[in-house]
């Protein structure tokens, strides 16, 4: 069994789920994103709306993004299908 969550994309920059590890880690992601945007609005203050927001979606992209990274088989550079 591979230990690598993602494999590279054959064209632009980044991977895409390839395990049901990355899958469940993408609709994670995901879940938790919108979660923070339905909250978002139960905010009355814009300000703490505003940082609910921002430091809530960067809370859940920030480990997202570090951890498909380093699950990536090949590693995340610029591909043009020439390999």
Not at 37 to 58: E, H, S
Not at 73 to 79: I, L, Q, S, T
């Amino acid at each position: 069994m591979s230990r690598y969550w993602f494999r590279q994309k054959s064209f632009g920059y980044g991977a895409t789920p390839n395990t049901w590890q990355g899958w469940l880690l993408t609709i994670a992601g995901c879940a938790g994103l919108f979660g923070v945007v339905l909250v978002g609005p139960a905010i009355r203050d814009n300000i703490m709306r505003a940082l609910w927001l921002v430091l809530g979606a960067a809370a859940i992209a920030v480990p997202f993004i570090f951890v498909a990274w380093k699950k990536t088989e090949g590693g995340w550079r610029w591909r043009n299908g020439e390999e």
